[in-house]
């Protein structure tokens, strides 16, 4: 029986939507300044946002972006066996301050998707608690 996953992980910070925007849109670049693990690397394919054509790899998990609308949200759709859906920051106005969601909307499948995120929850949480902790960071320069 498929399982539905929702998570949400959000934080409000002092930038404005166009430079946390950008920030996000240059991870796994060579400009990137924010992804928290050099050991464990964010790649995305050269280039451009480009949906369905921009590709990221990330501790274990393979994605497509689905959908960049920019200063509002950058969307990846998943590539992994077991887990149809997608996962994705979004950004939105709160008074001066941005706030910053990152959510993963996506079903499971029994086998494949349950045994993917028991072994992807903890990584997830810990690198989205650090991104936006290095986030933060950046944004205070």
């Known amino acids: 029986m498929p399982i539905p996953l929702h998570v949400v992980y959000e934080r409000t910070f002092p930038g404005t939507r166009r430079r946390i925007f950008q920030l996000l849109s240059e991870m796994g670049t060579s400009g990137d300044v924010i992804w928290p693990f050099a050991s464990q690397p964010f790649m995305r394919t050269p280039g451009p946002l480009d949906p369905g054509k921009t590709e990221e790899w990330h501790s274990g998990v393979h994605a497509i972006l689905d959908s960049v609308v920019p200063e509002e949200s950058i969307v990846w759709r998943f590539q992994n066996e077991g887990f149809d859906g997608t996962h994705g920051f979004y950004l939105s106005s709160e008074d001066k301050r941005t706030?910053?969601?990152?959510?993963?909307?996506?079903?499971?499948?029994?086998?494949?998707?349950?045994?993917?995120?028991?072994?992807?929850?903890?990584?997830?949480?810990?690198?989205?608690?650090?991104?936006f902790e290095k986030l933060g960071r950046v944004l205070k320069r």
């Open 99 to 131: 706030k910053l969601s990152h959510r993963i909307d996506a079903v499971l499948s029994d086998t494949e998707g349950r045994l993917f995120w028991r072994r992807l929850e903890d990584t997830h949480s810990r690198t989205i608690d650090a991104l």
